[in-house]
C-alpha cells in the first residue's frame, strides 16, 4: 500500500472488501504488514455510516405526500404503519390533513385549467358573435349572409 493514514488505510479496504467484517479486515491488513485492530475498523465502519445519514430533521410531510403516491389504496393507519417502520411517528390524522390538501390542489389546479380554456386570452377576444358579425360583413349584407348559410345548408343535405 501507498503511504497513507490507518484511517484512509481502513476506509479504503473497507470500500474494497464491503462484505467482509472488522475482522477480517484486520487479518487482511495483518497480511499487508499492519497492525490495525478490529476495534479501529469497527470505529471507522461507524463514522463512514454516520456520514451517509442525512442530516437535519425528516421533512414529515414530503414522506406522507410520497407515502400516498407509492400507496394509493392504503388507509392513514396503514399508512402510519409503513411510516412507523421508516422510524417516522406520524398520527392518522395529520396523514388524513395531508392527503385532503393534496386533493385540494388537484382541484384547484384542474379548476384553474377549466378557466384558462373558458376565458378568452386579451390578444384572442373574438367571440362567436364577433365571428358572425365579420361574416355578415364580408358576405356584403345580412341578406347575402343568410343567402350563403342556405346554400352552405343545400350542400349539407346532398351529402
Known sequence: MAKMTK?????????????KGPKEISELFKAEGWDIAPNH????????VAKTRPTGPVNKSAAIRDALKAHRDKTPLELSELLKADGLKVSTTYISTI????????????ASRKAAISVPSPGNRHT????????????????????????????????
Open 128 to 159: 362567436p358573435l364577433d365571428a358572425a358579425v365579420e361574416f355578415i360583413k364580408s358576405a356584403g349584407g345580412l341578406e347575402a349572409a343568410k343567402a350563403a348559410l342556405g346554400t352552405v345548408e343545400e350542400i349539407g343535405k346532398a351529402l
Open 41 to 48: 475498523i469497527s470505529v471507522v465502519k461507524s463514522s463512514m
Open 7 to 19: 484511517a484512509a488505510a481502513i476506509t479504503d479496504m473497507l470500500i474494497r472488501h464491503p462484505a
Open 99 to 110: 392527503k385532503s390538501k393534496m386533493k385540494m390542489k388537484r382541484k384547484a389546479r384542474k
